[in-house]
């Protein structure tokens, strides 16, 4: 729990300091940008930081290659 | 167009360096047992065939740069793709170097509390490199590019007296039979060689335009690939040589293995604080530019004002991120020899003659149209 409230308290502080400034200039997209990048941050810290199971990002690789990885290995005759 | 977001420019020597640093990157720890793993004995073969299959690589990414050298791998993209395809593709590349900077951030973890602090865990390990990494991209390209100057003598002064110090080790009878099982775990074994250490250089599609070009910037390009390569080349075969095909597959770091062989006169001995040393500085190098690449892609692809002041959120994303992207270290292997090539070869091969083909075809309507 203490890992959660330090990310929590990084970020507040990284918006403290950043986000303000670009909405007074009017740098909408800016600080789209960086609260998305920052979320995502947060949430994915927090699943890092509490040992949460998060499914690999890498599975998403080896949906998209499986087939053609499968069928060049067997195709070549490589070691799996 | 002049790109804004990037002040900052590097000489031709100072890409050189960086590109060595970029090729020798994990490969010098990794790639060893991923080849000795698909070709055995075979592997200093792949790793010649590797090489040499880079160049065209290389040449392409070249033709590409050379094309509209003012511009970025993501400025070119929505120049020749439009608004929307560029807009996607160069998202979908940061997205790209964001992972291999992952990946990288995360081999050095596990690393560290395999091998060297056991105890430590694995993400305060992970948070120190990224405090370091955004030190770096902070202080911008040349900031990092300088730092690769000056730590370049050491690298190679370490790398060559490791390798100096194997060779009474050395036996050449670990080589045979030689393509005992023919060609094709050759070809396999090649493909490491291709990927890891070549074709994750084209994060510096994003770099060739700060670059101050001079006469000789391909040749040194051409040059500094291929001491990168000769150097991996170098690394694969003392690991055969010394070790054996067998134990260079099995082994997660056979170069650490081999430095750890070293013992002249029982005096000089537990060298392998060398190679992680080595290895930690190139990774270092790779993933800096990777890093930076993502963080320029971003700025790019959403026209943003400046990239740096996005490195706070990079780093909380990195951090979550590196320490979920594999369950396990086995998973992580598993993916580096079956899939992650591939996605490799995608974006430095497929992706990279999609957009030369539509410079071809660009420049092809203009002169019809006039």
């Known amino acids: 729990m203490i890992g959660f409230l330090v990310i929590l308290l990084i970020a507040g502080v990284m918006i403290f300091l950043t986000l303000p400034a670009m909405l007074r200039r009017r740098e909408l997209r800016d600080a789209a940008v960086y609260s998305l990048l920052t979320l995502g941050g947060i949430v994915f810290s927090t699943f890092a930081a509490l040992l949460l199971p998060f499914p690999s990002p890498l599975r998403l690789v080896v949906a998209a290659y499986k087939p053609f990885a499968d069928w060049l290995f067997s195709a070549m005759g490589w070691k799996g | 167009m002049k790109n804004a977001l990037e002040k900052g420019r590097i000489g031709s020597r100072q890409l050189a360096i960086l590109i060595i640093f970029m090729t020798v990157g994990d490969s010098i720890l990794i790639l060893p047992s991923l080849t000795a793993r698909a070709a055995s004995q075979d592997a200093w073969i792949s790793a010649i065939a590797g090489c040499l299959l880079a160049l065209p690589m290389l040449w392409l990414w070249m033709a590409l740069a050379g094309r509209y050298p003012q511009s970025n791998l993501a400025e070119y993209a929505r120049g020749l793709l439009g608004k929307r395809a560029g807009g996607f593709v160069s998202l979908y590349y940061s997205i790209y170097f964001f992972f291999v900077s992952t990946g990288l951030i995360r081999e050095l973890g596990d690393f560290f509390t395999i091998q060297i602090m056991p105890e430590t865990p694995l993400r305060a390990v992970h948070l120190l490199i990224l405090l370091v990494i955004a030190w770096g991209l902070a202080g911008g390209l040349e900031a990092i590019v300088r730092t690769s100057e000056l730590f370049f003598p050491w690298f190679i002064l370490l790398l060559l007296a490791l390798l100096i110090c194997l060779t009474p080790l050395l036996t050449p009878d670990n080589l045979k039979p030689m393509l005992s099982e023919g060609v094709s775990p050759i070809l396999h074994g090649s493909l490491y060689v291709l990927v890891y250490p070549f074709a994750e250089l084209v994060s510096l599609l994003m770099v060739f335009p700060y670059v101050a070009r001079s006469r000789s910037t391909k040749r040194d390009i051409l040059l500094a690939a291929s001491i990168g390569g000769l150097i991996m080349f170098t690394v694969i075969l003392f690991s055969l040589m010394v070790l054996g095909s067998y134990l260079t597959s099995n082994q997660v770091y056979p170069t650490y293995a081999l430095a750890k062989k070293i013992n002249i006169g029982s005096f000089l001995q537990r060298v392998e604080a060398v190679v992680a040393f080595v290895w930690v500085l190139s990774t270092f190098f790779k993933t800096s530019i990777h890093s930076y690449a993502f963080l320029l892609g971003i700025a790019e692809t959403f026209k943003l004002r400046s990239y740096r ?44 003659l999609v957009l030369l083909l539509a410079h071809s075809a660009s420049r092809k309507r203009t002169a019809l149209k006039a």
């Open chain 2, 309 to 352: 002041r996005f490195i706070g959120p990079f780093v909380l994303l990195q951090f979550g991120l590196t320490y979920l992207i594999t369950p396990n270290f086995a998973f992580y292997t598993d993916v580096l020899f079956k899939y992650w090539p591939f996605w490799d070869l995608t974006n430095a091969v497929l992706l990279p």
